[in-house]
């Protein structure tokens, strides 16, 4: 026979926190969504009227990478679809600064490698009413062969205080900020020169002996521009960066065109948007 020992009133109300605890944690994250390299799900922060922040997070096994916005010169940036989701105006991807590995055909990737989490910034269309994101995930993960992987994950955003803030929060300190060219502070881009119609320099300020990387995008995606390079023996006062002006798509000209520059440093990192004359 099996004895039944009631619970103290005391024992009890801790059972019933703890798993009220554990069932607030839950809501701020979807399930993984996992194959055999990877794994993806949705992140949910505190909800406070119609902006909401949340996040896409990728786990990646050792030696397996995927991609950013812009992969470099080869690789499958990642596709999203939110069309799906319940009371969702808009959602904005964050994109954390990129780092640049090699892509196993003598070229350059870029993307990231172990964990990151894409950062969403998502507007509701009824601040008062509940918001369920659904996510159609497209992307390719890489070693010495690219596995395509698609994922469904889906969460609810709930009016309570969220264990993942802290985490949104870091994700957040990682995406580039916005920053003009020529201005004043110890690490930007100080110029950008057009050379003729097949060359542009770029004059990069930053701290002795920093470790500098510089990204450069086309003002659409199918503008498929290499990545700038160092230039050897260039100004005693900068770190020149050069880069040629192909993979232009057909009909397309230089000058005039919107660039967007990515400057990354070994703490921070900025965005430039640049119209090249």
Known sequence: MIAIVPLRPALLAALVVASTAIGVRADDTSPWVSESHSAVRLLAGSRS??????????????????????????????????SKSDNVEAVTILWPAPTAFPDGAGGTSLGYQSQVILPLRIVAKNADKPV???????????????????????????????????????????????????DTAAFTIRDVILRGDTEVW????????????????????????????????????????????????????????????????????????????
């Open 132 to 182: 369920t994101l659904r996510a159609a995930i497209s992307y390719a993960v890489c070693e010495k062969l690219c596995v395509p992987v698609e994922a469904n994950p889906e969460l609810a955003f709930n009016n309570v205080a969220s264990t993942q803030d802290s985490a949104l929060a870091a994700a957040l300190d990682t995406v580039p900020v916005p920053a003009s060219v020529g």
């Open 49 to 82: 009227g119609a902006m909401l922040l949340g996040g896409i997070a990728f786990q990646l096994q050792p030696g397996w990478k995927t991609y950013w916005r812009t992969p470099g010169d080869s690789g499958v940036p990642p596709r999203f679809d939110f």
């Open 202 to 277: 770029v004059d990069v300020v930053a701290p002795p002996a920093s470790k500098v990387s510089l990204f450069v995008e086309g003002p659409t995606p199918d503008w498929a521009l290499p990545i700038p390079k160092p230039v050897a023996n260039g100004p005693a006062d900068v770190q020149r960066f050069s880069f040629r002006l192909e993979g232009l798509p057909s009909g397309a000209h230089a000058e005039g065109a919107a660039l967007k520059f990515t400057l990354v440093g070994p703490d921070k990192s900025y965005e430039f948007n640049v119209t090249l004359n």
